[in-house]
Every structure is written in structure tokens, then in C-alpha cells.
């Protein structure tokens, strides 16, 4: 395959070899191959509707075109790092094929500045839509978690110190919370990329009557760019994918992190299928979770991936710059990482196994109702202050006297304030906290049967949609 450069003419000397393999981007880049040919397919049928080629080349040129991809796809194509990328190893193969002046007037009309805009957004379109299946799939492994475990009572946290008790199907919850988020997210980015680059040549435009419309048309897009510098310049989608893709990181982290505690001994709220996890070379007692500890780690480098591009395109004049090239290598390692890591925590979450027992046990400890106590003084007519400060009292007593609160008597809460009756020893179980919290968004049972059928209607709208 020829290594001759498409813009050889202006120069006199042959390009140094470590120049050529500084700027390539062929390594990467060649993931683009099957968004690039479908490109290259709507630009040409669009040339010879407006009479730029004629027809016969047009079927010619998609005939090779479609030679390209096939050898491409069978693994007989071979890569030349010196043709630097991806469109012109595609052209210069395409060249072989059909012959120089042929090919040659695939390019008619466009750059490689809106060939590459074109190509990152077919392949954004297409990788969110992945992402946000697998999401959908965690999704639905926790939902199916918080349904078989919906009256499960376990103690909450802040500060990582035993705060209330909380039913642990409304944690869960809280990850879809956010993974709907997430999902939503990239509902949005996709609409803000889902625009026709394609037509805006190297900057300003081409001076060809093309038909723009129909190329977005035949490729998907729902609107064209409306400013040839800005379309050949932008990746803000590119960086909103990397946000977005470090933000789902972020939720999963977290949860991996809780994962990593609940299955620990000390915890023990939690136990991990052996298939998701591994052992140690030297202690046979070992079962590490090194599934959610990897995740945890990746996410850094998905972070790192979005700080990258966001310090390169902070100083870039207008238009297209060198510079924008680093934006492919992030966003690939992003989207690897991000499908990596959803697909194996689906199943990891749909395995594992609830000790409820336990972690039931656990939320009666801690003087976990506290409020509730405090609370209850204020329906007695006390400032939640004073309140606070009665039950502080009471629980500083406990633990002088190594004390719960079931522990005392109706004489020992009284004599703390006479405020205090029978009614205050049935305000002393997880349950009865978890039942208390009856408002919207909360914790008590019906609430959070409201909002797992809320999301469930959500995630079911979701699918249909994805599946329309």
C-alpha cells in the first residue's frame, strides 16, 4: 500500500520517520474504521445526488469502500503507521483498488477536520448506547436485590459511625438514584452531539452545493451543526462522555468501596459468590473482593482521562489544532474501562448474598434511635435542643455503664426527664425507627416501596425506548 501523502505537494523533503511515528494515530485510531467507511458511503452517495460524481463512480467508490471493510473486519488489512490515521489508510487502500482518480474524488467537499467530527460522533452515538445498557442491567440486579430483601434492617452511617437505622433496599436505592442519573446523562450528551459535523470542511465550509441534510439523513443525525469552526473544533461531547464516564465511576466506587466493607469479617453484612472473587498465594483463609477493590482503583484513571483532555483543549485557538488528537486515546480508555466495569458488577450484585441476620443485629446496636428518642421528647413539648442534649446525656450514661438502651428501665429514662413515659420503650428497636420515617424519600417501608415502583417504571420506559 502506498505511504504517499495526501498533501506531499507542498513539500520538498520526505517526512523524518520519528515525526511519522510521533503523529500517527493509527494505533488508536483504527477503531474508527467501520464509522469512517459509513461516513466516506453518505458523503459519496450525497456528491453524485448533487451532481458532483457521477453515478457509476459513486458505485465504484462504494464497492471499494466496502472491499476496505471487509478486509478489514476479516483481519487481511494491514495498517501503515506512515499514512498516519485512519482515513487515509482507508484512501490509500481504496486507492489500490480503484485507482487513483477515482478515489481521489471521494474527498470532494470535505476535510479531514469533519471527517474525524463525524467519525468521533458515530462512535459516541454508538458507545453510549452500550453504556447505558449496561447500566440498565446493573440497575436492574440491584432493584432485584432491594425486592428480595425489602424489609431487611440494617444500621446507616455517616461518617462511617453507626448513625440510623435504615431499611437496606432503600440503600440500595440510593446507587440506582444515581445510575439513573448517570443514564440520564448520557441521554443528554447524546442529544447534543447527535449533529452533522460533515460539510464544514478543514473550517469555513466548502464552496460545492452539497446537500448536508441528506448526509444526516442516511447516517442518523438529527440536526446539522450550524458553525463550520466550531463543528471541526468542538469535542465537548468527547468531554461530556469522559464526565459522564467518570461520574459513573465515582457511584460505582463508592458502592465498591461498601462492598469491600460489607464482606469484610468485621462487617460480615454481605458475602461475595467465590466466582467474583480471589484468594491469597499465602494465606489460605483468604477471600479478597478483588473485583470491587480493581473498580475502585480504575476509577482514578477514568478521572485522569478527563483532567488530560480538559488541560488540552483549555488554550486552543479556533480551529482544529494537532493538539485535539490527544482526545482519542482518553476517551477509548474511558469507555473501555466504564463497560468493563459495569458488565462484571452486574452479576457480582445479582451473587451475592444478604446476611440479614446480621446486619439486623447490628442496626439494634450503636444507639441507632436516638432521634427517635429526641423526637419523641419534642412531641412532649421540649426544644429539639434541650431534647438533643437530654438523650446525649443518656447515652454518655450507657456507655459509662456499658448500657443500650433496652437495657434500661422506665425509672432510668425518667430519671432524665420526667418527660419520658412507657411509650418511650417501644421507640427502642431498629424497626420501629425505620417505620417511623414516613415521609417522602424516606426510609419506612411503604416509602420505599413507592419509590422502587417509581424506578422500576422508570428503567422500564428506559428499555422500550432503547429497544424502539
Known amino acids: 500500500m502506498s505511504t504517499q501523502k495526501p498533501w506531499g505537494g507542498r513539500f520538498s523533503e520526505q517526512t523524518d520517520r520519528l515525526v511519522e511515528e510521533f503523529t500517527a494515530s493509527i494505533n488508536f485510531d483504527q477503531r474508527f474504521y467501520n464509522e469512517d467507511i459509513r461516513g466516506s458511503i453518505a458523503h459519496c452517495r450525497m456528491l453524485s445526488a448533487c451532481g458532483i460524481l457521477a453515478s457509476t463512480e459513486a458505485d465504484q467508490i462504494i464497492a471499494g469502500l466496502e472491499t476496505v471493510r471487509r478486509e478489514i473486519e476479516t483481519g487481511k488489512f494491514v495498517f501503515s503507521v506512515p499514512l498516519e490515521d485512519i482515513h487515509m489508510n482507508i484512501e490509500a487502500r481504496l486507492t489500490e483498488l480503484i485507482g487513483p482518480e477515482l478515489a481521489g474524488k471521494l474527498h470532494t467537499a470535505r476535510s479531514r477536520n469533519d471527517q474525524v467530527a463525524l467519525d468521533i460522533r458515530l462512535y459516541l452515538k454508538k458507545e453510549m448506547e452500550k453504556i447505558q445498557e449496561l447500566l440498565r442491567n446493573l440497575v436492574k440486579a440491584l432493584i432485584k436485590q432491594a425486592d428480595a430483601n425489602g424489609n431487611v434492617v440494617m444500621p446507616g452511617f455517616t461518617h462511617l459511625q453507626q448513625a440510623q437505622p435504615v431499611l437496606f433496599a432503600h440503600h440500595l436505592l440510593a446507587y440506582v438514584e444515581m445510575f439513573s442519573r448517570d ?15 460533515l460539510g464544514s470542511g478543514a473550517l469555513a465550509g466548502t464552496s460545492f452545493p452539497i ?26 461531547g468527547v468531554m461530556e462522555m469522559l464526565f459522564s464516564g467518570s461520574l459513573i465511576m465515582l457511584h460505582l466506587s463508592r458502592f465498591c468501596e461498601e462492598l469491600v466493607l460489607w464482606s469484610s469479617v468485621q462487617f460480615n453484612f454481605v458475602t461475595l459468590a467465590d466466582s467474583f472473587c480471589t484468594g ?29 483532555l480538559m488541560v488540552t483543549m483549555k488554550s486552543l485557538p479556533l480551529a482544529y489544532n494537532k493538539d485535539m488528537q490527544e482526545d482519542k486515546e482518553p476517551l477509548f480508555d474511558c469507555l473501555d474501562t466504564v463497560k468493563g466495569s459495569l458488565a462484571i458488577m452486574a452479576p457480582l450484585v445479582e451473587s451475592m448474598t444478604v446476611n440479614r441476620q446480621q446486619m439486623a443485629a447490628q442496626a439494634e446496636y450503636g444507639f441507632s434511635t436516638a432521634t427517635e428518642i429526641a423526637d419523641y421528647l419534642v412531641r412532649r413539648g421540649l426544644p429539639f435542643r434541650q431534647a438533643h442534649e437530654i438523650v446525649g446525656n443518656i447515652v454518655a450514661y450507657c456507655l459509662e455503664k ?28 431498629a424497626d420501629d425507627s425505620v417505620r417511623s420515617k414516613d415521609v417522602y424519600g424516606g426510609t419506612a417501608p411503604q416509602q420505599v416501596e413507592q419509590q422502587l415502583k417509581r424506578l422500576k417504571m422508570f428503567w422500564e420506559v428506559a428499555e422500550k425506548s432503547e429497544n424502539s
Open 211 to 236: 446537500d448536508r441534510q441528506m448526509v444526516a439523513d442516511e447516517l442518523g443525525f438529527a440536526a446539522l451543526t450550524a458553525n463550520s469552526m466550531d463543528a471541526v473544533s468542538d469535542r465537548d
Open 280 to 308: 491469597s498465594s499465602i494465606m489460605p483463609q483468604k477471600k479478597n473482593p478483588d473485583v470491587p477493590e480493581l473498580i475502585r482503583g480504575k476509577c482514578g484513571r477514568v478521572v485522569g482521562d478527563l483532567v488530560s
Open 402 to 429: 456499658e448500657l443500650e438502651f433496652r437495657d434500661l428501665t422506665l425509672a432510668d429514662w425518667q430519671g432524665f426527664s420526667a418527660c419520658f413515659d412507657e411509650q418511650v420503650l417501644s421507640l427502642l428497636s
Open 183 to 197: 443514564y440520564q446523562r448520557l441521554e443528554n450528551t447524546g442529544k447534543q452531539i447527535d449533529r452533522l459535523p
